[in-house]
């Protein structure tokens, strides 16, 4: 047996969809129902009703509905760590649900953005500067991406399940460096991260401590920016090339797809948005230490995108809705939390593999399905 | 003009020059050299094993050559990278179909065409006009494309709940998109009944027709004398005959080939 | 980097060095076995190596033998060795065959994509170290003491006590015996060829799911082995000591060549070694860092390994 000549004929992560497929119908026929009915309205509709939606969700902070807020912790706070779990998602969505690549290590991008806003923004930091929060956010982004590629460069090319270990290894290597570097300072890490600016009229900080619900506004918004933006991408060449590499890689080679430029892309975009979010989160914390990046968080924020429904966006944000606030809620179960993750994760991929929200193309086909037959009804008649 | 044992004359499009590929031990090309008129329909035949795919793999990048050097209007192919070696006008099929199957007839074919496409994530992010210029282009072509082999009804399907058939042409549109000069068809008519190949005859010459060169590997005796003009033999990853359909049927080597003979006795 | 202290305690740092390796090379058997025969990496299996380090505390403490208790006869000690390995080989075997069929088998039957398997063993490994964390309340159980840990031999600077020796010999001789049993014995040749061409082995009427319930159930007591060999030298276990072990033995695993049984201990032995020299250089806290930099490095520019992969013509 030869191994090495094992050559894959559909990417890795085009067998992963693969294995998407056991789909259950009547469900994704229901959905489908929904999606045709909402694509057939007016654009003005749709475009007012998700504002509507979107003003309910700034407005979820003052709602006092009842069961949802979280009877043991700041809601606004909790909403705050739920927007960040649902940007990450969003950011490893583009990597493993668009181009099918699985990366365990994405914790690594989050500590690298965390880091950085910490490390050049706080005055307790020896490399501190004196840019306002506004330009270390730029900079926390870029050093993620940079990150990226400098892992993504050499090891792309790896078959799938190696190039999953890889990152996972990366993910402890950033670890292991915030414990043991001098200036990431291990546990005791790094205080008076710098806060956004702004300041109420009475003069106290706008994102302060007390009122949490700033940070939350803010992190939603920057959900929105980039969600539509990752919608603009997969609309378009970049996003086709994907999910073509996703499909099957070597096809996608031969019919003109750069398969690896678009590769690393994808790993570049989603280590931005990852740093992006361990930027907001360290903004929000004030301090970080190496405590907050294990890889046990890793392979939460994969189980979140992959329990919601790789390659989708409301799957993923379900998934990272789950993941963040159902531990939160019920907090005296906290303790179980992981478990009862690993025991979804098993059930999720044997029992429902395309995850919560199956992704949007079967639905889109179902619906053509059924108004074909109904134009052919309609011709008999 | 035609004459007997060239078909069609033109300039080379494609010199395919001395090539060997071994892998291992095992010689699957064994310096062979052809050209690719441009304008002609080119058969590649040969017994199984004989190293017709190995020669389009070659062609197209997905193997380096031991040997040898493969020239695209003059240009070298060889070493380049199997996106580049698209873009420069080779396009291909696969013997087992190998589409995208979780996307859309439509988006597959939108993929061949974002071949000629610059548009990167920038571009994308920004709705620049190039990227609008492209996308209504490729959509357009694309439609178009889907129409020309028959299977405009699909646009909408994915890929893999697609007939047979019609996944077979769909991986046509899908090469033609990338706007080849040459075109390779890997056994397009395999598991066609002899309807359905008639029909991707009379295609195959309407692909030649818009001034597209179609090489093409077939097993199917009839159909390669059915409609190329000049046809390749290999046989054991060696060249035995380059010529004329008719001149390639009473040749006693490929009847040897193709039946058995051993070569002294042929 | 401290190159001076490096090469000072170069002999103690190359044996204490190898029989960590001997430790990393039984559990990378494990990922070697099952790679090689399904071309899957058992994410799960450093799990089955933590549960296999309390099966032989809870066999210890059935047979009466507890932390503190003062060292045993030498004749004694073989039997607690026994039981320690008995009870480290039932519960490692167990869980693996329960890895293999809770969470692998069902994929399997839908012929599932590799990526898939991956998710599911990452999802069975977080299970059960949770489950065993909480129903160990996360604490750290100290192990006790079978003999006396003393220098037997100094060869140069380098003291050979009789604890690394003992490990470093009792991983070689399981090597051994696995080679032996892999090459020799009919079962042995059914997990060959199932790793060769399964389809063809299945048409020779070998039974495939009889095979891999074999690899796992050998997997998991090497694993066992190891846990029992962890138990002596660490002398300490957790629920989460896993994940750490896991990721370094499937390290040397891919660094000799994964699906390569004897790739597994060329590759274990070198990683003890180039951990421990990497820690004298860079500093303890850096050890980890070193290891998995290794793996990196190796993915990237070998990713077949120092003996290439292969476990169907495998010599052992």
Redesign the interface.
Known sequence: ????G?APRRS????????LR?VDERRVAGLAGIRSRWRALPLVVRIAALAAVAVFFYLLPNLAIPLIPTPDTNFASVLFTVAVYVLVAVGLNVVIGLAGL?D?GYIGFFAVGAYSVAIFGSPASPLATKYPWLMLIPIAIAVSMVSGVILGG??LR?????L???T???G??VR??A??WSITNGQIGIPNVPAPPGKFPDGSPLFGVIDTRPFYWLALTVVLICMFGVKLLENSRVGRSWLAIREDEDAAELMGVPSFKFKLWAFAIGAGLGGLSGALFASRQGFINSNSFD??TS?LF??AV?LGGAGNLAGVTLGAVLISYLPERFRGAA??R??F??????AI??FR?QGLIPSRRRAVELADRKREAEEEVTAGA | MPDATTGVAGPPLLEVDDVTMQFGGVTALDHISFEVRRGEILGLIGPNGAGKTTCFNVMTGVFQPTSGEVRLNGQKLVSRSRHQITRLGIARTFQNIRLFPEMTALENVQVGGDARHRTSVPGALLRLPRHRREERDGRTQAFELLDFMGIPHAANSLARNLPYGDQRRLEIARALATGPELLCLDEPAAGFNPAEKEELLALIRRIRDRGQTVLLIEHDMRLVMGVTDRIVVLEFGRKIADAAPAAVRADPKVVAAYLGVPEDAA | MNFEFLFANIGDLTVTGLSQGAIYALIALGYTLVY?LL?L?NFAHSEVFMMGTFGALFAWQLVGLHENNPIPSVPMMIVYLLVGLVGAAVWSGVTALAVEF??YR??RR?N?????F???A???????S??VG?ATGRQQFGMPDLFKTTTLVTIGDAHITNLDLGVIVAAIVMMVVLDQFINRTRLGRGIRAV???SDTAALMGINKNRVIVLTFVLGGVMAGAAALLYNLKIGVTRADIG?LLG?KA??AA?LGG??NLRGALLGGLALGLVENYGSALF?T??R??VA??V??II??FR??GLL??????ARA
């Open positions: 047996m030869s191994t090495g094992d890795a992560g085009g067998r992963f969809v693969d294995g056991t699985l365990l050499p090891t790896l078959r799938g399940d190696y999953a270990i890889v996972l290894g990366f402890e290597i292991l460096i414990v043991n890889v046990l392979v994969v189980a992959v303790e179980y992981f478990l993750f690993g025991l979804a994760l098993i991929m044997i593999p | 090689g071309k990496i809770v969470a069902p994929l839908r599932a994509p590799r990526l898939v991956l998710i599911t990452i999802g069975a490994s977080l299970a059960i949770e489950a909480i790793a060769q061409d994940f990721i499937f390290t891919v994964i699906g500093g806290s850096w980890d860092v998995f930099a793996l990196v993915l990237m990713p077949t290439g992969e292969s476990l169907g013509k």
